[in-house]
C-alpha cells in the first residue's frame, strides 16, 4: 500500500467550498491508496493580511511575535480541514509544527529545518487516520514558534514525504505544473511535463514561487519523488526528475521574475582593505542574504557600493548600514526597493557566449535598462525598474524562442 504526502497552497484551500472540494478528494484517495498526510498553506491572503496588521503597527516588528502571528493562519486551515474531513466520514487529526515536532533552528521567519518526529504521523497511519498538518511552522528546542520563510509550506510537505519515505509528494497549487516562465505573466509559456531538480532549483531560487526552493533542495536530496498538480482540476502536471532522465535541446529552459528584491547603495565609501567586510558583517550576523554586489572602480580614494537583499529585509538592513556608514565616513546610504530581478535559467550558460548578449538585446529591444548583471553556469540575472519586469519576461521568453511546442523537451 502505497504512502502519499499531500500539499494544498492557499488558493486551493481559500474558501469552505474549496476546503470542502480538497477534503472530498484526499477521501476518496485515502480508499485507494491507504496512507494519505495533508499539509496545508494558509487560506490565500490569510499571511499577507496577519502581515500587514503587524506593519501597521511597527515598522521593525519582533521577528519571534511575527512567527507566532502568521503561523496561525495555517493552524486555522489545518483546523478547518480536519474538521471537514471528519465531517464526511474520513476520521482526520490536526497538527501543528509544535505538535509533531518539526524541530528548526531559531532563525525566526526564515527558519530551516533540524529535525522531524514521524511517530504521531505513523501512529495515526495505523488507526487510520489522515494528518492534516500546519504546513510553513516549526519549533526551537526552546520551545518558540517559527516559520520556514514564504511558501515554506511546499517544504513541510516534502520533508515530511522524505522522513516518512512517503512513495511520492504531491504538491497541489492553481496552475497545472512548471512553465517556461510564469504563465500568469507570459501567457505563451509552454508547460513542462518533467524538469529537472537542479533547473527548478535555480527557477525556485530565483523567483518561481510554484514551489519553495528548499523544498526542491530536500527532494533532490532525499530522492522524493515530487509532482506539481493543480488543485483545479487539469489532466496535466510537472514531475521534478533527475538531469539523467532529461534531455534538453536548448540552452536556456526557463525565465523567472523575482519581486522581493530591493537594493541599498553606500555612496563615497572610502576605498581601502576590510570595508566590504565591515558593510556585510552585521547583515550576515542577522542572517540577511546579500544577493548581487557591485563596487564601481575607485576615484580619488573613494568607491561606491551597492548590494541587492530581499524587500522584506530592507527596513531592518537599512538601519544596520546606515550604522557602518556613519563609522567608516560613507557621504550617504541610499536603499531602493523599485527594483525587479529577471533570471534567464539553463545548463552551460557560461560556455555558451551568445546567450548573455541575447538577454541584453531583448531587454534595449524594449528599452529597458540593466542596472545590475550577474552570470552563473546556470543562470544570468538582471536588475531593472520593477515597472518594467513582466514585460522584460515576456521579451526574453520570446527572445529564447521558449513558446515552442511540447515535445521540444526529449527522453532519452
Ligand atoms: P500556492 O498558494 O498553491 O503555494 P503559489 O502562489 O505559491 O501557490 O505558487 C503558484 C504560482 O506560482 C502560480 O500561480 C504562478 O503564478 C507562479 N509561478 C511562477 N513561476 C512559475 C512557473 N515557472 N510555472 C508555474 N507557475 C509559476
Ligand atoms: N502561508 C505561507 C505564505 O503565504 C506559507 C505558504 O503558503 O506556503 O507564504
Ligand atoms: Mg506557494
Known sequence: MALIVQ?????????????????ESVAARKQKVNDVAVVVSAMSGQTDQLLEMAAKISAVPDSRELDALVATGEQVCAALMAITLNSIGCPA?????????????????????????????????REGVVPVVAGFQGVTEEGSITTLGRGGSDTTAVAIAAALNADCCE???????????????????????KISYSVMLELAGLGAKVLHSRSVELAQKFAVPLVVKSSFGSAKQTWIVNEEDIMEDSVIQGVTLERNVSKISLIRVPDRPGIAHRILSPLADAAINVDMIIQNASTDGFADFTFTIAKTDLEQATRLVE????????????????????SAVGIGIKTNPGVAAKMFKSLSSENINIEMISTSEYRISCVIEEKYGELAVRAIHLAFELEGQPGRLKER
Open 7 to 23: 500539499k494544498y497552497g492557499g488558493t486551493s484551500v481559500a474558501s469552505l467550498d474549496h476546503i470542502r472540494r480538497v477534503a
Open 323 to 342: 550604522k557602518v556608514a556613519t563609522e567608516i565616513g560613507a557621504l550617504e546610504v541610499l536603499a531602493a526597493n523599485n527594483i525587479v530581478k529577471v
Open 171 to 193: 504538491i497541489y497549487t492553481d496552475v497545472d505544473g512548471i512553465y517556461t516562465a510564469d504563465p500568469n505573466v507570459c501567457p505563451k509559456a509552454r508547460h513542462l511535463d
Open 93 to 125: 487529526i490536526s497538527l501543528l509544527g509544535l505538535q509533531l515536532p518539526l524541530v528548526t533552528d531559531s532563525v525566526h521567519t526564515k527558519a530551516r529545518i533540524l529535525d522531524l518526529q514521524t511517530d504521531k504521523l505513523k501512529q495515526l497511519f
